[in-house]
């Protein structure tokens, strides 16, 4: 809690405020940070000051004007009367429960099958040496055999069908208008 100095011992005249009263999200008691509160006129969070006597700082009712008043629920006293450490285990029990428990829970991971290693080069070498590469005679042959397929091919290609459309062109639009069966 707050080891700060209060600075007055005016308080504003109304009973004090027992954080057994208050919901557990109201205030915040956690050791290591600052003693707060939600003032209970303006709802928003506002430091607690003092060691032994602890009361709400005082803060003005709109924040954004310079010569607001004081909001009525300024040094407010506030009396400590729930165990410390029960309502920060129940504090962490509620953040954890919070969690879902797949958010907590590494993603579990698909790993994409490794390629197969490639071939060493000695075995690369082997296996072109299985198959022979063809000489120049063989492949001259191979051309002659295929030769005739490939001038039919040539000359049916030269010849244009009849009722074709070319890939360019498309179908021909008419340009007369149909007539009119009665």
Known sequence: ??????????????????????????????????????????????????????????????????????????????????????????????????VPAETRRAARQHYKPLPEPAPAIHQMAERRQSVPAPTTAERADQWRRRLPAVFVTDTLRRIPLLDAVGPIRGIEVPTEKPSRAA
């Open 1 to 98: 809690m707050s080891k700060s100095r209060v600075r007055t011992r005016h308080t504003n005249g109304r009973p004090a405020l027992k954080l057994s009263s208050l919901s557990n999200a109201d205030f915040n008691v956690r050791s290591g940070e600052q003693f707060t509160i939600i003032c209970p006129d303006c709802r928003r969070w506002r430091r607690v000051m003092g060691s032994t006597t602890l009361k709400i700082k005082e803060h003005p009712v709109h924040r954004d004007e310079e010569n607001s008043p004081l909001c009525p629920g300024s040094r407010q006293l506030v009396v400590v009367d729930i165990d410390v450490a029960m309502w920060q285990a129940e504090q962490n029990r509620l953040v954890r429960d919070a």
